[in-house]
Structure formats: C-alpha cells, structure tokens
T-cell receptor, first 114, second 110 residues
Framework: GENVEQHPSTLSVQEGDSAVIKCTYS??????FPWYKQELGKRPQLIID?????GEKKDQRIAVTLNKTAKHFSLHITETQPEDSAVYFC?????????????FGKGTLLTVNP | NAGVTQTPKFRVLKTGQSMTLLCAQD?????MYWYRQDPGMGLRLIHY???????AKGEVPDGYNVSRLKKQNFLLGLESAAPSQTSVYFC?????????FGSGTRLTVV
C-alpha cells in the first residue's frame, strides 16, 4: 500500500517568514495530493490540493508543488501569520473513479511566533 | 445542512466494554471513512465504505467492526475495548472535492 513520509515533524518560524513542509510518497500510481490544516481540538480541514497532471498550484499565501519523478510534494506558506499555527497533514491517494482513499503523513506542528 | 456529525464527542470506557460510534452525513455522499488519530501517528484508516451495504478494511482494522445499513450513516463498533484503542476518532465523507471530516470523538479506555 501507499506510504507517506512528512518532514519536519515540528517547525517554528517568525511571523512574516515562509514555511515549507515536505512529503514523499511510495506508490507511483498516486495521483491526488491534498493538504489539511488542523487547529488544536478541531477537525482537519482541506486547505489546498494538487493532482498529478499539474506541477504547482497557488491560493493566496499557500502553494503546493509536485515532483512526480521524485515522488515528493511540498506545501509553501508565505508571509506567515500567528493564525497559521496548526498541525498540517499531507496525504496521497490513487483516485479510482470517485474514490479518494487517503493515506496521511504523520503531521507537522507549525508554530508562528509573533 | 449539518455536514458530518459524530456522536458522542467524548466517552470513557472500561476495558472489555463495548460501544458504537455514529457518523451521520447529510450530503448524499457515497464514500465514508473512519480514521483514528494518535499523537505522532497522523490519521490512520480503520475501515471505509464505498456505498450503502458495503464496508472494507483499512490500515488498522483489528478490534473494530463497521456497518453501513443506510447511506447517510456509518457506524464504528468496538466489541471489547482495550487501552490501545484510546484515541481520537474521525469520520469523513467524500465527494469529488475531497473529504469533509466530523468533529471527532475522544475515546479513553481505562
């Protein structure tokens, strides 16, 4: 089955700096890569996703890049703010029809210091 | 439109007791999932369902059973709870735009 490795496990940045979280996956058939943000005590929420037919996707201050050859993808957050502090999870899936059975990384605790 | 609702939100069980966690969604989604979340382990798939009347095993199915008798409900059962099942349990339903998670159930087995 799919295996997703996520690094780093913790990341501390100063407000305004950029943050980068990296993930690698094992199954070359995976073609869908979402990122979830989970605030303390809350449910995970989708923040951005990318499919294997594109290399980069941006949404305001967040972006995701995908390197299919190397089987890794990354989350980039620019101009970080204290409200970006949360646990971030990457995930991978081979989409079959409408089925997105996701395998998650172990998460990265991002702390943005004011 | 409530999305995905999990009940209960908190529960303490004694070792050997049984219980059922309920996940209900009102979005007419076919696909539903049960994950457990443990510190440093991320979210691990327990069981999932691709439609009413279907279930399948995920990564960590041992000690759990599931049922999907109605499309909107996905039940997770623990027949004989063990301390190793202390965790936060998340249900999710899925459409073409990804997962919607419930708010979670924090289960402690003592």
């Amino acid at each position: 089955g799919e295996n997703v490795e996520q690094h780093p496990s913790t990341l501390s940045v100063q407000e305004g700096d950029s943050a980068v979280i990296k993930c690698t996956y094992s199954d070359s058939a995976s073609n869908y890569f979402p990122w979830y943000k989970q605030e303390l005590g809350k449910r995970p929420q989708l923040i951005i996703d990318i499919r294997s037919n594109v290399g980069e996707k941006k949404d305001q201050r967040i972006a995701v890049t995908l390197n299919k050859t190397a089987k890794h993808f990354s989350l980039h957050i620019t101009e970080t703010q204290p409200e970006d502090s949360a646990v971030y999870f990457c995930a991978a899936s081979q989409v079959r029809g409408s089925n997105y059975k996701l395998t998650f990384g172990k998460g990265t605790l991002l702390t943005v210091n004011p | 439109n409530a999305g995905v609702t999990q009940t209960p939100k908190f529960r303490v069980l004694k070792t050997g007791q049984s219980m059922t966690l309920l996940c209900a969604q009102d979005m007419n989604h076919e696909y539903m999932y049960w994950y457990r979340q443990d510190p440093g382990m991320g979210l691990r798939l327990i069981h999932y369902s691709v439609g009413e009347g279907t279930t399948a095993k995920g990564e960590v199915p041992d000690g759990y059973n599931v049922s999907r008798l109605k499309k909107q409900n996905f039940l997770l059962g623990l027949e004989s709870a063990a301390p190793s099942q202390t965790s936060v349990y998340f249900c999710a339903s899925q459409d073409n735009y990804g997962y919607t998670f419930g708010s979670g159930t924090r289960l402690t087995v003592v």
